[in-house]
């Protein structure tokens, strides 16, 4: 596949706190079949902050998305079955003090860009949340 090419891949998750590292592993090999293995350390961090909250603070199936668009963005993206708006982020100083609310803070510090919209899958309402990485 030419490099500029877009691409996409979605896998879907039951509630189980052990999706998050089937999502790591999961992501981990798409970047490397693309070879971006050198945004792969970044990537599965977002991933698992993002895939987390969706697990955790839902009792529906959730899903996780990764694609790259043809200008070079990687974009990782969680859908759950809250269709609320995630809690804001916690500023970074702050949440590496706590056991909580770490995730989003994480995500605004390593992301270029993120954001959330309503989204429905599998016949539920629910939200997705997403975060985009540029190719070096």
């Keep these: 596949?030419?490099?500029?090419?877009?691409?996409?891949?979605?896998?879907?998750?039951?509630?189980?706190?052990?999706?998050?590292?089937?999502?790591?592993?999961?992501?981990?090999?798409?970047?490397?079949?693309?070879?971006?293995?050198g945004l792969a350390e970044t990537a599965e961090l977002l991933a698992t902050e993002?895939?987390?909250?969706?697990?955790?603070?839902t009792k529906g199936p959730a899903a996780l998305r990764v694609r790259r668009s043809r200008e070079g963005l990687v974009w990782i993206g969680a859908w759950d079955t809250d269709p609320a708006p995630p809690e804001p982020p916690v500023?970074?100083?702050?949440?590496?003090?706590?056991?909580?609310?770490?995730g989003l803070g994480l995500v605004t510090a390593c992301a270029q860009h993120w954001g959330w919209q309503p989204s429905a899958r599998f016949g539920d309402r629910g939200k997705y949340v997403w975060c985009e990485l540029g190719v070096a």
């Design 50 to 57: 993002l895939v987390s909250n969706a697990v955790r603070h």
């Design 1 to 37: 596949m030419p490099e500029n090419e877009p691409w996409d891949y979605t896998l879907y998750l039951p509630n189980d706190p052990r999706a998050v590292t089937v999502c790591r592993r999961t992501l981990r090999a798409i970047l490397t079949m693309h070879d971006l293995a």
């Design 91 to 102: 500023p970074l100083g702050q949440a590496l003090e706590s056991e909580e609310g770490r």
